[in-house]
């Protein structure tokens, strides 16, 4: 029972983490009509999408940052072609983004991953970091301008990268507190995933369409190579005060700085198509190397060297 409340406070904790990734630093400004049970109900979606991520990792028995990155793939295979259907459009190129370019490479990598780094190097460090993140997030969000006709005013916009970044803080902390990943129960673990499959197959007969098929592909694979690459010790979150914790604010406040005074006001700039291009680039590049390094046979351990006499 423990582990299974562990790995459902993990969960729990993943869609705080996924929300500020994918959610708010993608799309810069807060949605149109959004409400406070609208916010709270796509975190609860994330959630769900990082069960079946966490399930992944553990049946996988993976580790490190291949964990942290293939991870992000499946919560954005799950999230891209299950919990919405973006993934099948404009087909092939969002098999990529934003699964793998936006999930994987930017909220697994660049928020999850670099943080959890980052609790481990000085204050100094960790708050270049996520500065480095914030502008990055910040230039993404000059683009907005081009497709919003009417932004937020920079209140909204403060308030909702400022939520949304507690949020991300609250699940870091909740990781750190968990430590080590938990194996629940098999059942446990299937729980999630099971109702994922059993929801895209109920789409898939409402919307036949043949690139439907591309997310089986897409998601076996990325599990083939997760089992092929297992190995090192079980999967463990960083743990640190919540005040260190706390530092990942920088990267959404400063992405809230840029979008409420350097970008509002302004026609915008075709900054989507530079994202994609680097971002889909660095996520299909490792992806497409983590394929081919689970190709490999695995290597055998090498003769044992008799005692010295």
């Known amino acids: 029972m423990r582990?299974?409340?562990r790995y459902i406070a993990a969960a729990l904790a993943l869609g705080g983490i996924g929300y500020a990734g994918s959610e708010a630093m993608f799309w810069s400004f807060p949605p149109q009509g959004i409400t406070p049970l609208d916010w709270l109900a796509t975190i609860v979606a994330y959630a769900l999408a990082g069960a079946c991520a966490l399930s992944a990792v553990i049946w996988a028995g993976l580790a490190g940052w291949?964990?942290?990155f293939l991870g992000g793939a499946v919560l954005g295979f799950v999230v891209?072609?299950?919990?919405?259907?973006?993934?099948?459009?404009?087909?092939?190129?969002?098999?990529?983004?934003?699964?793998?370019?936006?999930?994987?490479?930017?909220?697994?990598?660049?928020v999850l991953g670099v943080q959890q780094r980052m609790l481990g190097a000085s204050v100094g460090r960790q708050a270049l970091a996520m500065l480095a993140l914030g502008l990055g997030?910040?230039?993404?969000?000059?683009?907005?301008?081009?497709?919003?006709?009417?932004?937020?005013?920079?209140?909204?916009?403060?308030?909702?990268?400022?939520?949304?970044?507690?949020?991300?803080v609250a699940g870091f902390w909740a990781l750190g507190r968990i430590g080590r990943l938990p194996r629940p129960p098999s059942l446990v673990l299937a729980v999630v995933p099971v109702l994922a499959v059993a929801l895209w197959v109920i789409q898939g007969i409402a919307d036949p369409r043949p690139q439907r098929l591309a997310l089986p592909v897409m998601l076996g694979l990325t599990l083939w190579a997760?089992?092929?690459?297992?190995?090192?010790?079980?999967?463990?979150?960083?743990?640190?005060?919540?005040a260190r914790q706390a530092l990942f604010l920088v990267a959404p406040l400063t992405l809230a700085i840029i979008a409420a005074f350097a970008v509002r006001g302004t026609a915008g700039f075709a900054a989507n198509i530079i994202g994609a291009l680097l971002s889909g680039a660095v996520g299909l590049g490792l992806w497409l190397w983590?394929?081919?390094?689970?190709?490999?046979?695995?290597?055998?351990?090498?003769?044992?060297?008799?005692?010295?006499?």
């Open 290 to 309: 983590l394929m081919w390094r689970a190709l490999r046979p695995p290597v055998a351990p090498g003769p044992v060297s008799p005692p010295a006499p």
């Open 80 to 110: 891209e072609g299950v919990i919405v259907s973006t993934m099948y459009d404009a087909f092939p190129f969002q098999l990529v983004w934003t699964p793998l370019a936006w999930h994987a490479a930017i909220t697994g990598l660049a």
């Open 226 to 242: 997760m089992r092929r690459l297992r190995g090192g010790k079980a999967p463990a979150f960083v743990a640190a005060p919540l």
């Open 137 to 168: 997030a910040g230039f993404f969000a000059s683009y907005w301008p081009m497709e919003r006709a009417e932004l937020p005013p920079p209140g909204q916009i403060f308030l909702y990268q400022a939520a949304s970044g507690a949020a991300a």
């Open 3 to 5: 582990d299974s409340l």
């Open 66 to 68: 291949r964990a942290v």
